[in-house]
């Protein structure tokens, strides 16, 4: 056990209230004021921890633009148009997205009014930086919530799996809350149960089975699909996951990409757990909202012309230059049980006003 900064908060705070719910425990890892992972670090490239797709191929941000310019022109051309994106990494996706914007549909560039939700300092100014050249300005939130009233396309990239969970465990009691509280022996932490079961849970699965809801995802989802509902637009979500999960523990840590004990090092590493797409398709359409997808990577990004953009890259590009364009493309569309092209899915959720939304299909899950 790493004697990080915030461990020794953690211990303090169990020592005076108990041990505390997973959901609570993974939101002060990420977002403590001073010791969270994302408040104090970049985590991404081969120097942090975890690489993703906007930092692998520029095509992937590009055809997100494209995909927003076809939504754009769908919803009736409004000025001005929202373009939100959910934790924007350094900015790398929205610049690529920008640049396709303005070469393929200029009046959308010019309607867009830009918000990022990012709640890490270290990343807001590397996003400040790389969409400089984009001379546009920047509105920052801590939460969509504040991003202002209208209607909006909101990009959302490896965004739901950093939100906090909530987590029981099947015991011969029922089911049980999971927590964190200080280990019998050592300085480090320990999973424990709550000795009373939670009354309104009553799912069979077999004892020691793991239930994980995305507590904080199903409230991000519910206020989105509400407010595009009433106002209009659309979210494109895109995450490592499934569209049902079922009984799965897939809450894990990763530091130096490579996995580590969830309770090691608390602070130091990302934390993350895989979508229940089929769990947030059901909060969205509850609130309101239609529902596309969701389909693997690999078949969305090639509907919107991922091989063509590629070739085209490629084409008369300094042999090194062409071989990175052909395996980052590839590292997109993996099909291998574990790439990226079948483990990430897209979903989609739009106001009742667009029932079509490129490269995704109505979906089944809603019902």
């Known amino acids: 056990m790493s004697g990080t900064p915030l461990l020794a908060e953690l211990r303090t705070l169990i020592a005076q209230t108990g041990p505390i719910p997973v959901e609570h425990y993974m939101a002060l890892c990420l977002g403590h004021p001073r010791h969270g992972y994302y408040r104090t670090r970049d985590p991404l490239g081969a120097a942090g921890d975890f690489t993703t797709a906007p930092e692998i191929s520029q095509i992937f941000g590009e055809l997100l633009g494209l995909w927003a310019a076809g939504i754009w022109h769908e919803m009736g051309r409004p000025a001005p148009c929202r373009l939100v994106e959910l934790g924007p ?104 149960l709550d000795p009373e079961p939670v009354p309104d849970l009553a799912a069979a699965a077999p004892e020691g089975a793991v239930l994980t809801i995305p507590s904080a995802g199903l409230a991000v989802m519910r206020g989105i699909a509400g407010r595009l509902a009433r106002e209009g637009g659309a979210l494109l979500a895109i995450d490592y996951g499934e569209a049902d999960l079922g009984l799965t523990d897939t809450l894990q840590a990763v530091s130096r990409h490579r996995s580590i004990g969830v309770l090691d090092a608390p602070g130091e590493t990302d934390l993350t757990a895989q979508v229940d797409f089929g769990a947030l398709a059901r909060a969205a359409h509850a609130a309101g909202a239609a529902i596309h997808g969701p389909v693997p990577q690999r078949d969305f990004l090639l509907a919107l012309g991922l091989q063509q953009r590629a070739d085209r890259l490629a084409a008369g590009a300094p042999a090194d230059r062409a071989a990175a364009v052909v395996a980052g493309a590839a590292r997109l569309v993996d099909e291998a049980p574990t790439g990226m092209g079948r483990l990430f899915k897209v979903l989609g959720v739009s106001g009742p006003g667009l029932p079509n939304l490129p490269a995704l299909p109505r979906s089944t899950l809603s019902g």
């Open 89 to 192: 990494g350094r900015g790398t996706l929205m610049a690529d997205a920008l640049r396709a914007i303005r070469a393929a549909l200029p009046p959308f560039a010019a309607a867009i009014d830009l918000h990022l939700v990012e709640t890490s300092p270290v990343l807001r100014a590397a996003q400040n930086d790389r969409l400089a050249p984009a001379a546009l300005p920047v509105h920052w939130h801590d939460a969509v919530e504040t991003v202002p009233a209208g209607p909006a396309i909101i990009l959302a990239n490896e965004f739901f799996d950093a939100l906090p969970v909530r987590q029981y465990e099947r015991t011969a009691r029922g089911w049980c809350t999971r927590r964190v509280g200080l280990a019998p022996e050592g300085d480090g932490l320990a999973f424990g």
